[in-house]
């Protein structure tokens, strides 16, 4: 599996070309970063960690060229993901990460006027709502988002 990964064609910014993969991008990077940066976390000593973060920045200007719910939601569950996958030793690498899903998370709130008052926090998509209180749990379980002051919105995308 990683050996399809890491031979993937690149776009012109250097991110994976993922369209063999899902016709979603968002989606497919969900299924692509957190396996390979598991692999170069446990198996590959962290070699292959300047190339994730290369990509890392690059899908973040994709991102935010492209904002809008359905991709905000699937980047920051793939996003949490690879979170989770990376090494908290290599800590410049960790944080850089931690602060872009912090940031993503609060642009989210803002733009799409997200709240705990709302039925699925304001998402017209159900499953969007539901992917995003994933992504939430997930960033809970590892610390990387306060708990006590994400909570009500988490509860309010399964409402």
């Known amino acids: 599996m ?18 063999s993969i899902d016709n979603n991008f968002y989606l497919a990077a969900g ?7 598991a692999y170069e976390t446990n198996e590959n000593k962290k070699a292959g960690y300047p190339d994730i973060m290369l990509q890392m920045r690059a899908l973040e ?12 939601v699937l980047y920051l569950k793939a996003l949490v993901d690879t979170i989770a996958a990376i090494s908290p030793e290599i800590y410049e690498n960790y944080r850089e990460l931690i602060e872009i899903f912090r940031k993503k998370i609060k642009t989210a709130m803002e733009e799409f006027d997200l709240s705990a008052q709302k039925q699925y926090a304001g998402f017209a998509s159900k ?15 590892k610390d ?16």
């Open 2 to 19: 990683i050996e399809k990964i890491k031979a993937l064609p690149r776009t012109q910014d250097g991110v994976f070309d993922l369209t």
């Open 31 to 37: 299924k692509v970063y957190p396996v390979y940066t």
């Open 61 to 72: 200007k994709k991102v935010e060229q492209e904002f809008t719910q359905a991709n905000a």
């Open 127 to 141: 499953e969007d709502a539901e992917i995003l209180h994933g992504a939430l749990q997930t960033a809970f379980e």
């Open 144 to 159: 990387v988002l306060l708990k006590e002051k994400y909570q009500a919105l988490s509860d309010a995308l399964v409402k």
